[in-house]
């Protein structure tokens, strides 16, 4: 079965998670789909932000790159076809993680992180 591509998710850098999610739902009206202190999912109608603890260090992977996920329905297709490429190691599939994604990642030439993501829920 072929990979459909919904959506692309921007993962902002956040300082503070709580902080920052009080701020997105007071400011501009999102509500919390999971959180906790390294990651939060915050969705408003059909738009959906993540935001991601970053330290802005040496030793923060991120440092100078961004990350963006991009939401798909049949993962495994598009899985796949990474694996074949070399893009990723058959390992990475992280299957029904605790915020209900079946996802993959990897960084691109420029160290921005790129995860591939379905959701469990509607994708079971």
Known sequence: MKTELLSI??????????RDIVWYKE????????????????????ICIH?????????????GGSVVRIYVKNISAIFNEMVDSGTVDPSCLKLHTPWNTN????????KN??????DVVHNS
């Open 51 to 63: 935001l991601q603890w970053h330290a802005d260090t040496d030793d923060d992977p991120l440092l």
């Open 103 to 110: 996802e993959f990642g990897f960084f691109d030439l420029n």
């Open 113 to 118: 992180a790129i995860f591939i993501m379905e």
């Open 9 to 18: 998710i921007p993962v902002l850098p956040s300082a503070n998670i709580e």
């Open 27 to 46: 400011k501009m009206n999102f509500e919390v789909y999971f959180s906790d202190k390294m990651y939060a999912v915050l969705y408003r109608e059909n």
